[in-house]
């Protein structure tokens, strides 16, 4: 069997799905579409028409996959927003919508604000579904792309030892990023959050089945040395009741350049998924270990067309 | 004179423009496009740039236009709903958006919400203007690529028997299908529909003088034995006064698992335009006759990428 | 040096960036992309992608791009009004939305409504960045365009004679015209428009510097005959306390055929960079001289594609 059938003309609706051969099969595809002349990339989907069907707003997600797929020279037809603007409007189920576009498309790749409705659909679909987000469920192309930054600067997935901060109880990615690692040996995470978002407890039993180790931390004096990544994410302001206590943990969250100084090891990536809010100050942006606004944003586009040419290149 | 005269440059506004010939060029163009693979069809349209204005919400119809012109290797340039997000803001005429938008594009297919405003843009535009639906008037593309589908499945379009159920009054594609059937000896459509919205008066007469048998029925008791299709639309809740009455009628013409078991021959095509909001059961669609959701509505991009093909497709 | 290096990889922000050199190489690549064949120009771009990010409503400027960008061989990310519908509801920097976007993109063309955005937000990209218009600061390709246009005519961009009418005082375009023909010697511009939308003090103080000549004049009587052309603005409503002194000038400012018939020279251009909304009647529209629906429009997407070839063209 070769790698590839691993991923032709499959679903990509969650990190359970994948197992080491497969996310490193992942990894190895976008390093070498990384460093692939752009015309000869073109030559991976022509004819190739992948429908993105937004639910939700997104301008990140969606950027990242219209480039990818026409990097690829593939086609795109795209929907944003149609919940309000089209025939879902007239009252047509999900599914209805779906099937209508699979028969134009080679593949769809959709975001949804309900948890769940991404495996509805990709169990009606006939072609390829790839999963942009639905609701706080799963986000699985952003937990690759993160995770796949992680491998690139180390060279390895195993035997990490990473920093999350923020939103652990909501945040789809941090539960995919978990997922993602947990596939691998000896990797340790490190969850600081106001109490109010830690990690559900459920999702802390869950972990330990999958033999990560996470270790929660209070402050960000008890951030350990030599991090291989520190990922942040937005601390919600909706999430709290009380404002006063929501002003006055987002202080204690804030990254900046005297932290990354402080405690921040020499090759240590700083991440986020972005956008961000405030919580990362702009003085962080040109420390040469900030790549959410580069190299992470960027391997974005790479990791989905790792996927796009996975799931959808044709093989002699 | 080659068959390709009849189209190229052409606009398609209304069925009242095709014959036999023009007809039989669209379906066999079709058939040899849904035949031909995927590589070679990018070679039809190759820096051709086709305008979708869409003045009204569609998923359905711009996403199986935007494929059609990709997949022919072409280009869009595409708008929707700019009623309210564009130069019409400003104020701008519907002739001057289309002068414009023909200065950039080999080709335009607009929806617009007001009945003539097609013929109105054809006449003002240098370039063709497909006809992607004006208000309650035509949308020949549609009933272009039903009559495809039961072309395609009988081999022949004359000596066709068919039923077409729900709103005979203000469905455009109805009155396109009435049309194209009329152009073919020998075909037979019967109608059944709440008494409010039977065809009218004038579209009967009509009928009478293109020699279309149109028979109209009571129930579903009175369809008759081997219907080559059976084509549902959906009975429109705002055309009711009294909505005591539409959810009496409404019952009435629900398509069911039983009602095919019972009434359908062995060969029927059951058909629908959809978007559908309850008239046809789901429980319908995996009846191997039942085509909406797969070959009508694939259809609906192979019959788009014909009509481009002949339009557009330059023959040295 | 290579001409096309004065372009490889800049932005195009303000036209005081433009020397007579760099404008006439604009004009000539225009006049060369115009006559050559649609095949040979898919060739330029392959492979590249143009990220048009529109931050307000535009449908002529973003469809010229988009088409631009399509017919050579490249491929566009949008984005129409993301102000109301992506990561900027959520609160992002229009910096950070920058960054995003050129880790897909080769190129970016953005418009804003904030003054002054553009120039910010190519200082942050990395890429070649194009200001589609910022609120009522500069519109360069437009201004590059018109003056195209006149090129194309007269085969000279000195020694010119024209007439700009209208809202000076806050039409972009016209500010970026003027400073376009400053660039060249010997040329005159006849200002006319109601007094309170003449060009401002600080403009014509500039202009003086610059050594264009302009020639404020108040009555279509004074309209000097031979012009090389004629460019009409819309006098705009919303700048006029008095609604009644409005509508009163407005009379006084409308282009009908009788006044081209009277005061028009023989080979003089009517413009207009549209969209009109009265101020130019339509019986206009088919004289000869009239370029506004058709060529002054074209030149909009032959510019442009100028822009990108220059900018973004691999040259070995």
Redesign the interface.
């Known amino acids: 069997m070769k790698n590839s059938e691993i991923f032709f003309g499959k679903d990509i609706i969650s990190l359970d799905q994948f197992n080491r051969k497969s996310v490193e099969k992942v990894f190895a595809t976008a390093a070498k579409i990384k460093k692939t002349p752009?015309?000869k990339?073109?030559k991976i989907l022509?004819?190739?028409?992948v429908?993105l069907m937004f639910f939700e707003?997104?301008?990140?997600t969606f950027?990242?996959n219209?480039?990818?797929v026409?990097?690829l020279g593939g086609?795109t037809?795209?929907?944003?927003?149609?919940l309000s603007?089209?025939?879902?409007?007239?009252?047509?189920t999900i599914?209805?919508?779906t099937?209508?576009?699979e028969?134009?498309?080679d593949a769809i790749v959709m975001r949804h604000p309900i948890v769940g409705t991404l495996k509805k659909v990709a169990e009606v679909a006939d072609v390829p579904v790839i999963n942009a987000g639905d609701g706080i469920g799963e986000h699985p192309t952003q937990a690759l792309l993160d995770m796949f930054t992680v491998f690139e600067k180390f060279k390895h997935i195993d035997n990490i030892k990473g920093l999350i901060v923020g939103d652990l109880l909501n945040g789809r990615t941090v539960h995919s990023i978990i997922k993602c690692l947990s596939i691998f040996p000896n990797n340790t995470l490190y969850l600081l959050s106001p109490k109010q978002l830690r990690l559900s407890n459920k999702d802390l039993e869950e972990a330990k089945k999958r033999k990560i180790k996470l270790i929660e931390i209070k402050s960000f004096e008890e951030i350990p040395a030599d991090c291989h990544f520190w990922y942040w994410t937005r601390v919600q302001k909706e999430r709290f009741t009380d404002k006063q206590e929501y002003e006055k943990l987002k202080l204690n969250f804030i990254l900046t350049k005297k932290l990354v100084d402080k405690k921040a090891g020499k090759n240590t990536l700083i991440m986020h998924p972005?956008?961000?809010?405030?919580e990362v100050e702009?003085e962080v942006d040109n420390d040469p270990r900030a790549v959410y606004?580069?190299t992470e944003?960027?391997n974005?586009?790479y990791v989905r067309m790792a996927l796009f040419s996975l799931i959808l290149e044709d093989r002699k």
Request: glycine share 8%; aromatic share 4%.
């Open positions: 752009t015309k990339l073109l022509p004819g190739k028409i429908g707003p997104s301008t990140r950027s990242s219209s480039a990818a026409k990097r086609q037809v795209e929907y944003q927003n149609p603007t089209s025939s879902v409007v007239k009252g047509e599914e209805d919508t099937k209508m576009m028969q134009y498309c972005l956008p961000r809010v405030g702009t606004l580069t944003a960027k974005g586009m």
